[in-house]
Every structure is written in C-alpha cells, then in structure tokens.
T-cell receptor, first 113, second 112 residues
C-alpha cells in the first residue's frame, strides 16, 4: 500500500529556533494535512492544504506556523520560533480526490528544549 | 463544538479476551465516525468507519456501530491477539468538513 513519509522521525531543537518538518504525501493525492499530538493529549488538527493554499486552519496554527508545497512532492511545516509547548508528535496526512481515506505518516517527534 | 471522548488507557488484556474501547462524541449534524489504529513505529491507519446512524463498520475482526441515540461508536473485538497491541483513536468528521476530530487515543496491550 502507498505510504506517507515523514522526516526526520525525531527532531530536537532549542527554544526560539526555526524547524522544518518534512513530509512526502502519496503521489496522486490532492489534500494535505498536519496534525499534532502533545504527550497524553488528543490528536489536534493544525491545517489543511489544497490547490496550493490553506483551506482550513485551527487556532493553534498562528503566525509562527507556515506550510509549503515547494516542489510538487514535498509538503513542509515550518515553525519560525519554537516554544517549549510546541513539543509534540507531528503527523502529516494526505487524501485523494475521492475523499475517502486519510493516509498518515508515522510522525515526527519534536522536542523543544 | 465537535469533540470525541475515549475511555482512558492503557488497557491490558490477555490473548483471546473480549475487547471494548468506549468512544462517545459531540457534534453538530450527522458526522462520519472512524477508528484509527497506530501500530508501534507506524502512522495512523484507518481501521473502520461508519457514515450514518446504525451503520456497522468492521475490519480485521473489529466492529463498531454508529449509535445516534447514545452518540457512541464503541470498538469491540471478540477475541484479541497479541498483534492487536497498538494505540486506537476514535475520530469524527462533520459533513462538509475535511478535518478529523480525534479522541486522545487508547493504548492497548495484549499479553500472550
């Protein structure tokens, strides 16, 4: 079965630094998402992306966050100035045009020190 | 707002035991309901879904029935295996929306 690939699997950064989390969605998919899960809490929606623009975002997705699809295959999440509370597992997901099934990557564990 | 509440984990069972993981939801309108599973080191995978009241989703011996009257979508399996050890997430998607709203996940461990 096709897979969504996320890199790196673990990222450690200092508070205030910028991080970029990378995702390669399934090749013919059109809808892209980022979710995150802080340890012990719910998986939270961050943002959805379709047709090269953000289609929906949550309150968490403030000005410190941005997403990009720079080359037609990668889908990135950038956090400009990380805070301690950004420490979480970040999941990328993609979905095809039939809107049936969301495919998730295995996640990037971000630790902000 | 829309939300999903799952039973607290972790849950530990012996092989061949009966499993229930409770899930209740709050939503506007008539959402679609899902169970996702995350095996160690992997991403979340769709396990089963139901799109309207009284629908039963099933896969790999797991079942869940969409109960509108109790706003529930409890996951059940009659005889669990060690390979079912994973984290299970209940989720909903309201009509017309793309995003999923998840519960907090329930870690299940099956001992041989």
């Amino acid at each position: 079965e096709p897979e969504v690939t996320q890199t790196p699997s673990h990222q450690v950064t200092q508070m205030g630094q910028e991080v970029i989390l990378r995702c390669v969605p399934i090749s013919n998919h059109l809808y892209f998402y980022w979710y995150r899960q802080i340890l012990g809490q719910k998986v939270e929606f961050l943002v959805s992306f379709y047709n090269n623009e953000i289609s929906e975002k949550s309150e968490i997705f403030d000005d410190q966050f941005s997403v990009e699809r720079p080359d037609g295959s990668n889908f990135t999440l950038k956090i400009r100035s990380t805070k301690l509370e950004d420490s979480a597992m970040y999941f990328c997901a993609s979905m095809g045009l039939n809107n049936e099934k969301l495919f998730f990557g295995s996640g990037t564990q971000l630790s902000v020190l | 707002g829309n939300s999903v509440t799952q039973m607290e984990g972790p849950v530990t069972l012996s092989e061949e035991a009966f499993l229930t993981i409770n899930c209740t939801y709050t939503a506007t309108g008539y959402p679609s309901l899902f169970w996702y599973v995350q095996y160690p080191g992997e991403g979340l995978q769709l396990l089963l879904k139901a799109t309207k009241a009284d629908d039963k989703g099933s896969n790999k011996g797991f079942e869940a029935t969409y109960r509108k009257e109790t706003t529930s979508f409890h996951l059940e399996k009659g005889s669990v295996q060690v390979s079912d050890s994973a984290v299970y997430f209940c989720a909903l998607r309201v009509q017309g929306a793309q995003k999923l709203v998840f519960g907090q996940g329930t870690r299940l461990t099956i001992n041989p």
